[in-house]
């Protein structure tokens, strides 16, 4: 693998949630199917998916906690309807040629497209490798290597199971379980628990792919947004969290007890420093990466450098290659007005396409400058340009790096039957002023630091 990869969001056949985490989960719909083509096709149900960006490293084993007694059933005289029943399905029971056409399956549902690739082709394509018997399982892999080379895209590819199982670093919850936020028959929002860790520690302790979340702690998260509730969800590792889910739309509620295994470490390091006049304080701030930790920790380092009389700040973003969009994408949100674009989504799927706003009013007003260099990616680049286009910070140093891997795609990472996956591109992000940062990079504003008050010159005149 490269020891770069671009912004993706992660998936297994049901696309993982706008929180940004990476699960994922093996699924069939059950029901009338007449074959198995029909079958996969439906597999891959349509969702926005939340993203990440860099290498996939390994982690440790999750630990379980426990799990308590059952609530009472409704009463049967409420109706309830169930959503579309998902049920795992025994790896060992698909074929080889059922392991290529369902990696095929999810290119054809999901894959964003390029000048080379049209869904004549690809149909043709699965006719040429399903002629004959595939004996081996590694003969399929290889099949599917081949198949997604096909299609001139470098980043859309093949997960070994040991690579596939390297992603629990970016759970951003701790506990193993993906959140997505579904809207529900009153016109408000819940939260539905559509990806979960295999053997994780939500998992191990009870909690099932379709359960619905129904508070944290005992407080109740009706309404929150899927990173708000992935943030509550977060603690020391080895600490205890205690949620209640409502398995399925009809089933009983249960409270669960589960033990935290949250991997991150903190990647933001701040400090205050005296202005070259000698006279203003300056808040010097440096995110390494964009993971599960990035947004509180800056919180907490922003707070604390204006309690102690900031006037303006420094984000430096040099050599942070990305991490977890949405985590950067929530960054963001920190420093901009209510309203203003974060960034634009742009995809086959309705559901891809979409404006991303901030929600409420920053946290700071000073000036923002932000250090770029030919080593800052992804999530980094949607920072830098959030803030650039919306003339909240001036960028300065090198070019960024989207001319030399990709950037500005999105990714989904889907989870095959036999442990492997597939990573596809299926859309792109385009910044607040419209620009495809996908190859382009980012051009700063100035080539070295500049002084005060050139950076307030420079806001001055800008517009958004």
């Keep these: 693998m490269s020891a770069l990869m671009a912004s993706c969001c992660v998936s297994s056949r049901v696309i993982s949630s706008s929180s940004g985490d990476l699960h994922r989960n093996r699924i069939k719909i059950t029901g009338n199917i007449n074959n198995s083509s029909r079958c996969l096709e439906r597999l891959l149900l349509?969702?926005?998916?939340?993203?990440?960006?860099?290498?996939?490293?390994?982690?440790?084993?999750?630990?379980?906690?426990?799990?308590?007694?059952?609530?009472?059933?409704?009463?049967?005289?409420?109706?309830?309807?169930?959503?579309?029943?998902?049920?795992?399905?025994?790896?060992?029971?698909?074929?080889?040629?059922?392991?290529?056409?369902?990696?095929?399956?999810?290119?054809?549902?999901?894959?964003?497209?390029?000048?080379?690739?049209?869904?004549?082709?690809?149909?043709?394509?699965?006719?040429?490798?399903?002629?004959?018997?595939?004996?081996?399982?590694?003969?399929?892999?290889?099949?599917?290597?081949?198949?997604?080379?096909?299609?001139?895209?470098?980043?859309?590819?093949?997960?070994?199971?040991?690579?596939?199982?390297?992603?629990?670093r970016y759970d951003m919850t701790g506990i193993g379980i993906n959140l997505r936020e579904i809207p529900d028959d009153d016109g408000s929002v819940k939260l539905k628990i559509l990806g979960v860790i295999l053997d994780g520690p939500a998992h191990s302790a009870g909690v099932r792919q379709g359960d619905e979340l129904l508070s944290v702690n005992g407080l109740d998260v009706k309404g929150k947004s899927a990173f708000d509730v992935s943030s509550m969800l977060q603690g020391p590792k080895e600490t205890f969290v205690t949620i209640e889910v409502k398995h399925g739309n009809c089933g009983p509620i249960q409270s669960i007890r589960v033990q935290r295994q949250l991997v991150a470490r903190t990647p933001v390091f701040y400090r205050l420093e005296k202005g070259d006049d000698g006279s203003s304080l300056v808040g010097y701030i440096h995110i390494k990466e964009f993971n599960a930790l990035a947004r509180k920790d800056l919180l907490t380092a922003l707070k604390r450098l204006q309690d102690s009389g900031a006037s303006y700040y420094v984000l430096d973003l040099r050599d942070n290659l990305g991490g977890l969009v949405e985590a950067g994408i929530e960054v963001a949100k920190l420093f901009l007005d209510k309203g203003e674009t974060v960034i634009y989504t742009a995809g086959r799927d309705p559901q891809v396409q979409k404006s991303i706003v901030a929600e409420t009013a920053p946290l700071v007003t000073a000036p923002v400058v932000v250090l770029v260099n030919n080593r800052t990616a992804s999530a980094s680049e949607i920072v830098a340009t959030a803030l650039h286009d919306n003339c909240k910070a001036v960028l300065v140093g090198e070019r960024t790096f989207g001319k030399v891997q990709l950037t500005g795609l999105i990714q989904s990472v889907f989870e095959l039957h036999d442990g492997s996956g597939v990573v596809v591109t299926i859309g792109k992000y385009v910044t607040p002023s419209h620009r495809d940062i996908n190859g382009n990079g980012i051009q700063p504003d100035f080539s070295r630091l500049p002084d005060l008050s050139k950076v307030r010159d420079y806001f001055s005149h800008c517009q958004v």
């Excluded at 590694?138 to 390297?166: C, N, Q, V, W």
């Design 46 to 168: 349509r969702g926005i998916a939340g993203a990440l960006s860099c290498v996939l490293f390994a982690s440790p084993p999750a630990v379980a906690g426990s799990s308590s007694a059952f609530s009472p059933s409704p009463p049967p005289s409420e109706i309830c309807r169930e959503d579309k029943v998902f049920q795992e399905e025994p790896p060992e029971s698909l074929t080889n040629e059922g392991l290529v056409e369902e990696a095929w399956e999810v290119v054809n549902e999901s894959f964003l497209g390029n000048t080379s690739w049209s869904p004549e082709k690809w149909l043709e394509k699965k006719k040429d490798i399903l002629q004959g018997n595939i004996q081996k399982r590694s003969r399929a892999h290889d099949i599917i290597k081949k198949m997604l080379a096909s299609l001139g895209d470098p980043y859309t590819r093949f997960l070994d199971p040991s690579e596939f199982s390297k992603m629990a």
